[in-house]
């Protein structure tokens, strides 16, 4: 089976925009859910972090709301796509793990966000304490970690698990689902029309079975007050401030 990484560098990272349909109508549904969970910058020099940025979604949007972003993922296809759609915004992308965060980011920062399904994608349920300890270390005074995530806890059952991801004229994507005890293994089908016919590619991953609970007691442990805010529907969305800070 292909770790996280393997898998998006050999099956998923050339396809993975096109899995959320127009991109731009998606950086500006997630500037919206950012503003809401967050702010604008407070001043120009305001620092954001983006873990596990992607193709940029979430930092573009970040930009727009004023942040000097900081953008972080271990794809470099990923890191070269935000590069390229990210022109006349201050993004700076950077090669890394998010489990780094500490070595990765200055301190200081006023928001560290990690969304989608970034969280999911770590190995281990320890590897949250390095991220949410790291990310605690990082921020300014008040400064905020966005979270978003998918609730895992439960199960689809039968051809629930099969789920379709997105359909075009040359290109067919869906998944289907195989619960384990504390994962989930994700098997990713892929049609891709090519000039001499449909080619198909195949690729299965584990995410952790992450659930509200787990993650807010992850979150606390590293010194996070959490409020759980209203999310796109089949996500959660948390925001932790450091205790003793004056903002909720």
Known sequence: MLTVREHYDEVLSPYYSRMFGDFETKVGEQQALLERLTTRAAHGDSMAVDLGCGSGFQSIALARLGFRVLAVDFSRRLLDELNERAGGVSVTAVTGDIRDVAALVPAGVEVVACMGD??????HLEDLDRVFEGSASRLATGGRLILTFRDLGGEFR???RFIPVCRSDDLIMTCFLEYEAMTVKVHDLIWVRQPDG???????????????AVVVDHLEKAGFAV???????????LVGTLKGSDRV
Do not use: C, I
């Not at 970034?118 to 190995?123: G, I, K, N, W």
């Not at 449909?198 to 509200?212: A, C, D, E, I």
């Open 118 to 123: 970034t969280l999911s994608h770590l190995e």
């Open 198 to 212: 449909w080619h198909f590619r195949k690729g299965v991953y584990r995410k952790l079975r992450l659930t509200p």
């Open 158 to 160: 039968e051809l629930d």
């Open 227 to 237: 409020a759980r805010h209203e999310a796109p529907a089949g996500m959660v969305a």
